[in-house]
């Protein structure tokens, strides 16, 4: 089907260690998006990329950078995870060649990434 | 800067009951405005969107919202709750002139959620 595709699913990480979140969408999207998404918080935007080959801060970027390898994927890498960065990972798109419509996000289905 | 304020985290209803959850925003220019559902470890899915078309905005699963200017909101209801609805449901925003000062780029700006239960 269709959609965004994250791996991995789950992830367990010590504090201290590297891990790069891979994102690949296959709706021929322009924009890309990480979101990291905590109990009481909402989803919080992390980085995003308007197109290929530019990358944004979003609200929240400390601790992580980003690829934007090519049209259809945009990792997320955390080079030293701390306890803080433990938290459910959400990669989404958006046709930005639609932008006056209001099109809105598609989803993946998340990275349980948990820091001890 | 824009944003959305959700109004319960949690709201539990009776099967069959109708369902409200309540969402107001905050913009400088006229919003689009989103709602979104997510249930039990996946994904968020759109339900039904606002773009300045008609106030009324039907979505999927029997749910609507209803634009309201004068308040500021863009609460969401459906009649007669199901099992099925039990899940959480955010509230995003986002605005035209955000699209074009960042070349199309449409960042949405989510409220905190509200967690649905659905009583038998």
């Known amino acids: 089907n269709a959609g965004v595709t994250q791996t991995p699913k789950f992830q367990v990480l010590k504090t201290g260690q590297s891990m790069t979140l891979q994102c690949a969408q296959d709706?021929?999207?322009?924009?890309m998006y990480w979101y990291r998404q905590d109990p009481g918080m909402g989803l919080r935007l992390i980085y995003y990329?308007?197109?290929?080959?530019?990358?944004d801060k979003g609200e929240v970027p400390n601790g992580y950078n980003v690829s934007r390898l090519n049209k259809r994927e945009f990792s997320l890498r955390l080079e030293s995870a701390a306890p803080s960065q433990t938290s459910v990972y959400f990669c989404?798109?958006?046709?930005?060649?639609?932008?006056?419509?209001?099109?809105?996000?598609?989803f993946g289905s998340g990275t349980r990434l948990t820091v001890v | 800067a824009q944003s959305v304020t959700q109004l319960g985290s949690h709201v539990s209803v009776s099967e069959g009951a109708l369902v409200l959850l309540r969402c107001n925003y905050s913009?400088?220019?006229?919003?689009?405005l989103f709602w979104y559902v997510q249930y039990p470890n996946q994904g968020l899915q759109l339900l039904l969107k606002?773009?300045?078309?008609?106030?009324l905005v039907k979505g999927i699963n029997g749910f609507e919202a209803e634009f309201k200017k004068s308040e500021t909101s863009f609460h969401l209801t459906k009649p007669s709750a199901h099992m099925s609805d039990a899940a959480e449901y955010f509230c995003?925003?986002?605005?035209?002139?955000?699209?074009?000062?960042?070349?199309?780029?449409?960042?949405?700006?989510f409220g905190t959620g509200t967690r649905l239960t659905i009583i038998p």
């Open positions: 989404a798109s958006s046709d930005r060649h639609r932008p006056l419509q209001g099109y809105g996000y598609t």
């Open positions: 709706m021929n999207h322009n924009s």
């Open positions: 990329s308007a197109s290929e080959g530019t990358t």
């Open positions: 913009s400088s220019v006229p919003p689009y």
């Open positions: 606002y773009t300045s078309a008609a106030t």
């Open positions: 995003a925003v986002s605005d035209r002139s955000s699209l074009i000062s960042n070349f199309g780029n449409e960042k949405l700006t």
